[in-house]
């Protein structure tokens, strides 16, 4: 009875806490990036166009970048040909890795030496591209997008397991009883993947209405303390809420939810201690970070 009163809390009350608009070129603004990540209470940001990441800090202000060459004055960088980062988690002794889309390279970085070096070369593996990188126990698992293949890497690069049957995996998250979340976007659902025996469950379906719609539909993933699971719908500009043990799904934000605001296209979101990170793509003039709060 507790946790369903959890996940009702947690699909309940919605506000908009800010909204931070980025012109093209911003990395960050007022102290939050346009694409970014969370990690022990620091965030991590993600520059897809701009080919780098980094680190803001305390204050912030980036308190390093990975990119191939340095982003903004005397930031520290690490020297690595990012190409379309998607995403960046930890290894367990605590070095960044960062994945890339556009060569499906996997990086590590050694902020001890300050250098980067290439953790796994997807091409090399067949790969076409690579999507997020998320870090459980020792092992790395790395979604393929348009392959329809999540692959599971040893701390050291090395494939362990690569697991098919999915349609254009646009995100893949770690939940707190340690299944992978796949983001099985080609088909419109939500799937669990369970690590010790590679079984998938399918947790939610019927996203979107329009089969053809593959660039349109779920697109971005974030999961709560409780497992409760955020996908940003593309096709009907909406925020969903879905129960990871019923697949029951409850709009939160965006076109005929209660919170109602403008969601034109989400991208990669993000979660963090009641508060989802909603960003929307970088076009023409920019795009905005919806900051909505759980009240």
């Known amino acids: 009875m507790a946790s369903v009163v959890k996940r009702a809390q947690a699909q309940g009350v919605w506000t908009v806490e800010k909204v931070v608009h980025f012109e093209p070129g911003d990395f960050v603004k007022d102290g939050l990036s346009h694409f970014g990540f969370r990690h022990a209470g620091r965030l991590y940001a993600i520059d897809h166009p701009g080919h780098a990441a980094g680190l803001v800090g305390d204050d912030g ?11 903004a004055g005397d930031v520290p960088n690490v020297e690595a040909a990012l190409d379309f980062p998607m995403y960046l988690d930890l290894l367990p002794d605590g070095a ?4 890339n889309f556009g060569d499906a390279r996997l990086w590590r970085i050694d902020l001890g030496r300050m250098r980067a070096d290439v953790l796994v070369d997807g091409h090399a593996l067949g790969m076409e591209d690579m999507g ?5 126990d020792g092992s790395i698992w790395v ?5 329809s293949r999540v692959w599971r890497f040893d701390a050291h690069g090395h494939v362990l397991k690569t697991v098919e049957g999915f349609g254009w995996i646009y995100d893949i998250r770690l939940a707190p009883n340690g299944e992978i979340f796949v983001l099985d976007s080609g088909n419109f659902a939500l799937r669990a993947l369970e690590p010790e025996t590679y079984s998938v469950r399918t947790v939610a379906e019927g996203f979107a209405s329009d089969p053809t719609a593959r660039f349109d539909g779920p697109i971005s993933l974030a999961l709560d303390e409780d497992g409760t699971a955020y996908v940003g719908d593309r096709f009907a500009h909406v925020v969903r809420a879905v129960d990871p043990s019923t697949g029951e799904m409850t709009a939160i934000a965006g076109e005929g939810a209660p919170l109602r605001i403008e969601l034109p296209q989400i991208s990669s979101m993000d979660y963090c201690a009641g508060r ?20």
């Open 132 to 136: 997020n990188c998320v870090v459980d």
């Open 143 to 147: 979604n393929e997008v348009r392959g």
């Open 96 to 99: 960044p890795i960062v994945s």
């Open 276 to 295: 989802l990170y909603v960003p929307t793509d970088l076009e023409g003039d920019g795009g905005d970070l919806a900051v909505l709060r759980r009240i």
């Open 61 to 71: 202000r980036l308190a390093w970048t990975v990119a191939a060459q340095p982003v």
